[in-house]
Each structure stands twice: as C-alpha cells, then as structure tokens.
C-alpha cells in the first residue's frame, strides 16, 4: 500500500474497452457503456478515497461525435445520470465535481445539470472529481489561445503561466499519471498541456473490468516510478 508521499496528486483516466468489452460478453455497445459507467463510479471515487486529490476522467471526446446517433444520444444520457441523479452520491463523498471541455453542441438539459452539480458539491473538500466531456487537449489550449488574443497580450507576454491561466479549470495542476485501459497505448488528446511529463501507464483489461483491486496496482506502480522531469 501507498503512503502519502507517494500518492500522485493528479492521477488521469482515458476510460477505453466498454464496446470491446460488451462484444466479448454477447452484449450491446449500449449495455457495455452502462457497466463502464457503474465501474466509474466505483473506481474514481476509490481513488479519491484514497488520498489522490484530482481524478480526471476522459468519457466523451471532440471527436466521439461521428459515432452512431444512437450511442451517442445513449452517453448523453449515462452524462446526464451522472450528473443530475447521482450527485447525492458525490455529495456523500465529500467529492467536488467539474466539468472540463467545450458546453458547444451540449444540450440545455445538460448543461443545466453541469451548472447545478458543479455548485451543489464546490465546497467539498474530499478530493475532485473531474469530467473531461465534449473535450479536446488541443481545443482546449486554441481556446485558451484565443482569450490571449482577445485580451490583447503582446508576443513578449505569452507565456507559460498565462495561457495556463486560460485552460478550462486554470487551478487544476498537471497530471502526475494518465491511465489508459484496453490495451491501446495512445493518449487520444487527453490533457495535452497537463501531459508534459506524466507518467503513463496502459492496462489491458478493459474498462468495465476495473476493480478496486486495479486502483491499489495503479498507485503501486506510480510509487515505484522515477520522476525526473527532465532533469
């Protein structure tokens, strides 16, 4: 088991294999979306339990817009759960919950529920949760570049801190660890500017797979890593 010293203070998750997963049981893309959604509540929130103080989870990219009508409307949907049922969930966790990516092509209905879960839980204080849905890492820095713009900043005052300060959640520090299931071994766009120098870490299994038991082999295996951030 892992101490304090060794926790990662940001630990990132590309959640992958629900549709994989699903076709291996027999099952639809819809019915394996549902059980990677009851594994992200178990998981994320062990994490958190845990001592971890941010948890980023990648569930819907830019990108996931050209899948099927009908799966698509069915995650809006598991989002919607997630985040207008279940809030008293996070509440009972002492969890804060923010939303990270583009509100363009959201719904009202969801947006209005992002806006009422991010108040209702801003005050806790037992670690936070973060949504990466309708996000891109590379949309997320042209944004952050076009408010530099907009606020007329010369060439000699872009730096690293103010475009930082223009990212979706500025206070949010970089990702000490990104975590990618099913067995693909890319990032896909996740927290580009957070990456620099995560550790990464590619599991095989696939998401809805995930166990508690999976938490414990993550933070082990970030405990033994050597971090020399370029030095």
Request: hydrophobic share 40%; with cysteine; glycine share 8%.
């Amino acid at each position: 088991m892992t101490d304090n010293d060794t926790l990662p203070t940001h630990l990132g998750f590309i959640i992958d294999g629900n549709r994989r997963w699903a076709a291996a049981q027999g099952l639809s893309a819809l019915q394996g979306h549902q059980k990677g959604y009851e594994t992200l509540k178990t998981v994320l929130l062990d994490v958190l339990a845990r001592g971890v103080q941010y948890a980023s989870v990648y569930i819907f990219s830019t990108e996931n817009w050209n899948r099927d009508k009908k799966e698509v409307e069915h995650l809006m949907g598991l989002f919607l759960k997630i985040l207008r049922d279940d809030v008293a969930i996070f509440i009972n966790n002492n969890v804060r919950v923010r939303v990270l990516g583009s509100r363009v092509r959201l719904s009202e209905k969801l947006l209005n529920a992002i806006d009422r879960t991010e108040a209702l839980t801003e005050s806790l204080q037992g670690g936070q949760l973060l949504i990466c849905l309708n996000y891109g890492g590379q949309q997320e820095i042209v944004e952050a570049a076009a408010q530099l713009i907009t606020r007329g900043l010369r060439p000699e005052e872009v730096t690293l801190s103010s475009i930082e300060q223009f990212l979706y959640t500025p206070d949010v520090p970089p990702c000490d660890m990104i975590v990618r299931t099913g067995g693909e071994q890319r990032i896909s766009n996740f927290m580009l500017w957070r990456s620099a120098y995560s550790e990464l870490m590619f599991i095989e299994k696939f998401w809805p797979d995930m166990t508690k038991r999976d938490v414990s082999r993550i933070l082990n295996e970030y405990a033994s890593r050597s971090r020399r951030f370029g030095g």
